[in-house]
């Protein structure tokens, strides 16, 4: 007797059906993972160059025609570095750290709609996953500081897991006013609701909530000039100084993976995603036919830029200032635009 007088047919058709969305889930898997790694090896790159040129100076010109082979270079260096582990270090915790700090980044990935018909796990809480997960990204930080043993690394842990504490409130309620205009957390809606709004995208109406979601990002992400965390000129490289070789390198991978998130999130929630204003579509109809991948690319490439100009234009804050603007000005700002934003949509 045969499988096919065993099984009923329908049962054969569901299985075979769960195969097929299983694979497309890890061709998906493999194209965001591919596509990510590529992403920074030629984030570096581009903001070396971007900077470079802003510097008057040419940026990575050795490796391949203008040095665009740079990044493999730095890869295959970091690859076969010697890996020192400090004598006095946790040793458990020094290995798990930057896995930690790595994977709670490349994890976000999986939720993100890149465009209509392009997003792994479209799932109704995606803004909230987002949110959870980099929350766990914050052990990474502190196990490193603490597991070296080392000063310096520890003084930049705990500068780094208070500075995203703090700023991941204001993140957050800047994001509430999207969510009130929406009425969903799920980000493939928030874009969807983006598109059949008056304004054609959330910049507008919440510019006060972009601005804090923006200068939140910055500090989130531990980049210049909230860059305290890894300050070079008070704690050498901050949580990460006394790692070397490939653990270096997903702490890099890390950093750069979570500032796509963040311009992904900027993309999606304000910037409506994929998709282009309606009137914009009406002045100019043939943009229409622009796959919505290429607009979402634009909008996250864009914001990154932003950050590049940041870090060749503007100094570093003191500790006691970065705090008091979190606190003492974007928190208030962001929970004043909500209030605001709750009762314009009550009355409309």
Request: glycine content about 8%.
């Amino acid at each position: 007797m045969n499988a096919a007088n065993i099984i009923d047919p329908a049962t054969l058709e569901g299985l075979a059906a769960f195969g097929i969305n299983v694979l497309i889930i890890i061709v998906k898997i493999a194209v965001v993972l591919a596509v990510g790694l590529l992403h920074v090896a030629y984030a570096t790159y581009f903001e070396r160059k971007v900077i470079g040129h802003m510097q008057v100076r040419l940026g990575p010109m050795r490796v391949g025609p203008h040095g665009l082979l740079q990044p493999f270079a730095d890869g295959l260096k970091l690859f076969f570095k010697e890996d020192i582990i400090p004598a006095q270090a946790d040793k458990a915790m020094f290995y798990l750290a930057p896995v930690i700090f790595m994977a709670s980044a490349m994890v976000n990935l999986s939720v993100i709609p890149y465009s209509e018909n392009f997003v792994i796990a479209d799932i109704n809480v995606g803004l909230l996953f987002i949110f959870a997960i980099a929350g766990i990204g914050v052990y990474g930080i502190f196990l490193a500081g603490w597991a070296s043993n080392s000063k310096y690394a520890f003084i930049g842990g705990l500068r780094s897991s208070a500075q995203v504490l703090s700023y991941e409130i204001a993140m957050g309620l800047s994001l509430v006013g999207v969510m009130i205009l929406a009425g969903s957390f799920n980000l493939s809606d928030i874009v969807r609701a983006q598109q059949q709004s008056v304004f054609g995208m959330y910049v507008i109406p919440q510019f006060v909530a972009f601005i804090v979601f923006t200068i939140s990002a910055v500090a989130e992400t531990n980049r210049t000039p909230f860059d305290l965390p890894e300050a070079e000129s008070e704690l050498v490289a901050g949580y990460f100084t006394e790692y070397s070789g490939f653990r270096f390198a997903l702490f890099f991978l890390g950093e750069y993976i979570a500032m796509f998130i963040i311009a992904s999130i900027s993309a999606v929630c304000f910037l409506g995603g994929w998709t282009l204003p309606w009137y914009v579509l009406k002045i100019l109809p043939f943009l229409e036919y622009v796959p919505g991948i290429v607009w979402y690319l634009i909008k996250v490439y864009a914001f990154i830029f932003f950050y590049y100009w940041i870090r060749a234009t503007v100094p570093r804050y003191r500790y006691d200032q970065l705090m008091k603007i979190g606190w003492k000005i974007l928190i208030p700002i962001a929970l004043a635009n909500i209030v605001v934003t709750g009762f314009v949509k009550l009355i409309l």
